[in-house]
Nanobody, 120 residues
Framework: QVQVMESGGGLVQPGGSLRLSCTAS????????MGWSRQAPGKQRELVAS???????RYADSVKGRFTVSGDNARNTVYLQMNSLKPDDTAVYYC??????????????WGQGTQVTVSS
């Protein structure tokens, strides 16, 4: 019922920048929050940034000061601006949308991920 789609991944040199985008669509009554997680091979998925519909943001310590999450409520879209990228940032980045459907039920939906590679 809800689709989440990320875009913007790619290859970037250390110290470079990249911006990821994520759009949620479908039978959504409201979006409560959207976020970004990442997973590198052999490691568990970790939350890197999130934003509520009211604009409150949270960041993992590993990305604080380098990444900025922002949202466009009208477009059901969230962005992740990544600056000063490091090789350790290499991962598949997943977007989640925490939504309310049917005027009552809340669910978390995930996108399929977009690859970010920071070359050494």
């Amino acid at each position: 019922q809800v689709q989440v789609m990320e875009s913007g991944g790619g290859l970037v040199q250390p110290g470079g920048s990249l911006r990821l985008s994520c759009t949620a669509s479908g039978n959504i009554f409201s979006i409560n929050a959207m976020g970004w997680s990442r997973q590198a091979p052999g490691k568990q998925r970790e939350l890197v940034a999130s934003i509520t519909s009211g604009g409150s943001t949270r960041y993992a310590d590993s990305v604080k000061g380098r990444f900025t999450v922002s949202g466009d409520n009208a477009r059901n879209t969230v962005y992740l601006q990544m600056n000063s990228l490091k090789p350790d940032d290499t991962a598949v980045y997943y977007c989640n949308a925490d939504v309310t459907i049917n005027n009552r039920h809340q669910y978390r939906y995930w996108g399929q991920g977009t690859q970010v590679t920071v070359s050494s």
